[in-house]
């Protein structure tokens, strides 16, 4: 057992990246392991997750799910409630209202059994994900990144859009929520550029393309037949879009340039409003650490 870490080492080495994953899993997974280089337990989730979100398709089919792991390591309450603000859910019963005491001593000695029960079930759903959280120590942030990536690089954008969404309405950490405000700007700002840089290359390939329908059309045709390759090469290469539309005799370029352009004014609203949206985010996250913050509260009615 003790030589995990060597094979995990070896199958990395070899390009065997599902293996290589589910090895570290596998480590992670014993916390008697003592690693005989005296790599630390926060050094071997780091590089579990490098990985694993650099090579998110070899982990799937070795049968990582890495979504499940950093949900079930760092305590996900999405959906839940637990994020601190059932605090707020509490209605007074009428004995509250009244000024009397609601849950006296007798009633407490009457229904013992009852509440104790539950208290007992709600202090099992509460402590876990702390304990987790303490034993990830600062690596919460981090691995919440670190899935948003994993669906990134697998091509599932909408997933990691919700996962950085999922992340800043969990955690309660200022360094967790700017590390991951940060990677989500950063995706962002990343998809208008790419965006961008595919519009101006299609409008480059549309120039090029108008340029070759310039060609006198009287011409005699090539005895070689290469004329009839070369349009053959171009209608690979621009697609069937192109093809259909030198069939028919040229289009609207203008109709062609509409979905592009609204794919990029809407990657740009992304971008604003998730600016605009940092100051409450935060101030949910400070509220998040201390819900009866008076001066967090005022600044977010003003908010």
Not at 84 to 93: A, C, N, Q
Not at 127 to 139: D, H, I, K, V, Y
Not at 266 to 288: C, D
Not at 290 to 300: A, I, M, Q, Y
Request: charged letters at 30%; aromatic letters at 6%.
């Amino acid at each position: 057992p003790s030589a995990r870490e060597l094979l995990a080492d070896l199958c990395l080495k070899y390009d065997r990246w599902g293996e290589g994953a589910a090895t570290l899993v596998s480590i992670l997974n014993d916390s008697a392991y003592l690693s005989p280089r005296g790599t630390t337990r926060h050094e071997m989730w780091l590089r579990f997750a490098d990985v694993v979100t650099e090579h998110p398709h070899e982990a799937r089919r070795a049968g990582v799910d890495f979504d499940a792991i950093v949900r079930a390591a760092v305590g996900s309450t999405s959906m839940s409630g637990t994020d601190g603000w059932d605090v707020f859910d509490h209605l007074p019963s009428k004995e509250e209202a009244g000024g009397g005491v609601a849950g006296s001593v007798d009633d407490n000695v009457a229904g013992g059994s009852k509440d104790d029960g539950n208290d007992a079930t709600a202090a099992t759903t509460t402590t876990r994900p702390q304990s987790n959280l303490a034993n990830l120590g600062e690596l919460e942030g981090t691995l919440w990144t670190k899935l948003a990536n994993y669906h990134i690089n697998s091509g599932e954008f909408e997933l990691a859009r919700s996962v950085y969404e999922e992340a800043m309405e969990n955690v309660s950490r200022v360094r967790d929520f700017s590390l991951i405000f940060d990677e989500y700007m950063k995706f962002e700002e990343g998809v208008v550029e790419a965006m961008m840089e595919l519009m101006e290359e299609e409008d480059e390939d549309g120039e090029a393309v108008g340029d070759d329908r310039g060609v006198v059309a009287g011409d005699a045709p090539d005895p070689s037949g290469r004329e009839g390759e070369d349009k053959e090469d171009l209608d690979i290469l621009l697609g069937d879009a192109y093809a259909k539309d030198r069939n028919d005799g040229g289009g609207e370029g203008d109709e062609d340039d509409a979905p592009a352009s609204a794919d990029i004014e809407l990657a740009l609203a992304r971008a604003e409003n998730l600016t605009s949206r940092r100051p409450l985010l935060l101030n949910r996250v400070l509220l998040r650490q201390n819900p009866h913050n008076v001066g967090e509260w005022t600044k977010r009615s003003t908010l």
